[in-house]
């Protein structure tokens, strides 16, 4: 002991009685007490001892002093230790449970405290896991058939000794993940996870890419889904119907009220659509204004034309939006499983020929497929892949129709008609230009146009135009003007040569863009005409609109204006006035259509500046354009005298 205490040594040499080196030496004090025969101290120097104390029979006492600083040590790194452990024990986010081969909980963590309630009253150690699973239903995590599925769950799977997982579903609509694992002394660890959040959030994105996300009702997934069901059941004598509904001139809604209005009419209709169709009826958003409806069981055209009016009539009754009300109508196109066919692609596109031809028909109406639908759409298919073959192979050619001053008595100028020589003969623009707008092959197209008559153009007197249409479609195309640039610089053609007719549907689009776009092309200095002018809706708040360089009559007034059935007076009176509107505007008017003299001689008494038709000449090659200008040079005769 004087190794660890030099006291004792100097005392022993000088025989100072113990007493008085305990007083200075408070580790030695103890050995005084008769009840205290043994005990530990730390020295200052980290050391450890253990020192006994037994009593002689003399009275006095012998002192044993072993150094326990290595016991110490590993004692002091066990508890730290286990200090760390019971630290993440109760800071893991998920709960934890240790039992032995006996089933007795050894070892228990927070957080499975706070998930099953049992914070207020912890389980015991060494309780089995049947007690733990009945304390959990007396704290209400879960009712008591819960908690017998559970401990059947656990005994079937001690008996095989393997790892296993399930969901359990506790208080306040919560959802746990448990995961059992064997441990190699026979014992079992069981982790609690909380994945309500991870599952409601799959669930909804599950939802979500099922559902359309404004009305909540099913989309095309599940309608596909939904059919192939049905379509699979044809073969055991089952039928269905399926209606597309599309909501006329919903787009009038939105440009009108707005948006935001839109989606709430939209919302509305899918609601109104739920509640006029049973339980068994599905009922699909397809996107922007298009539902679907598929009703199983129904044999007779019939029955669906019942399901049609029920819709109709639902979707007919006024919406009150913002204060306004909202009418709308609804075409409604259907076919018959199995009569029409028995696939889901083949219903679902024959459906959608019904659709369109019902929208053809006019507004609310409801159409059955035909197979000369289907007909014509595999025409049009194929019209437009040899459009797309056409383009290639530069089939399409420009005619030339004359555009005469009536004032200067001369060719002023031509308006460029493209013609397409298929190899089965020459198609007619009406029924390819309609094919090539909704394909988009259009701008190409329209793009070759404007080339090639800018191109012919150089070769003509410098007073003499060439006027080339515009389809709305290429109109909104966003190269149209970089197009237009293009061509009068490849060509060298004076961009005051060149005139761009447009028609009123273009302008009825997007009122901003499309005056965004016209000023463009003004600024490049070509001419621009209203064409049709008259046969739409806005006409007049067009022109005030945008400054048009000319306005031209259609056909229709100026074929009225001899009619046998007394309508020529009011072909004549549209006539006189727009040719005063386009004097007043400072504008030119040409009448299109003039085939007769009479109808020349009253188109030049209204005073209209230009003239273009039959009379004058019938569209012609470039080759022939400078005869045109020959021929006409004489047609001052054609002044009516005064």
Known sequence: MAHYFPALQQASAGHVPFAAIAVSTPELAMLLLP????????LPGGAWLRISRSTTQGGGFVAICSDITTRKQHEAAL???NTWLDAALNNMAQGLCMFDAQDHLRLV??????LFGLSADPPRSGMRFRDLLNLCVDAGAFPSDTADRAFEQRSAQATLGLPSKHVMEIAQGRIVSIVHQPTTDGGWVATYDDVTERIQTEAKMRHMARHDALTGLPNRVVLRETMDTAVAGLGRGGSFALLFIDLDNFKAVNDTLGFPAGDRVLQEVADRLVGCLRKTETVARLGADEFAVLVPGLHRPEDAGDVAARITAAVSAPFTVDDAQVVLGTSVGVVMAPADGGSSDALLRKADLALARAKLDGRGTVCFFEPSMDARQQARRKMETDL?????????ELLYQPLFDLRENRVCGFEALIRWNHRDGRISPADFIPVAEDSGLIVPIG???LGAACHEATGWPDDVKVAVNVSPVQFRSPVLVAAVEDALARSGLASSRLELEITESVLMDNNEATLATLHRLRALGVRISMDDFGTGFSSLSYLRSFPFDKIKIDQSFVGDLVAADGSGGNALAIVR???GLGSSLGMRTTAEGVETQDQLDR????GCTEVQGYLLGRPAPAAEVLGHIERLAPKARLAIPA
């Open 79 to 81: 508890q730290l230790s």
């Open 603 to 606: 188109i030049r008494r209204e």
């Open 577 to 579: 006035a727009i040719a």
């Open 447 to 449: 793009e070759w146009v």
């Open 388 to 396: 797309r073959a056409g383009i290639a192979n530069l089939e399409f």
């Open 109 to 114: 963590n927070r957080r499975y405290c706070e």
């Open 35 to 42: 009840d205290d025969p043994a005990h530990e101290i730390g």
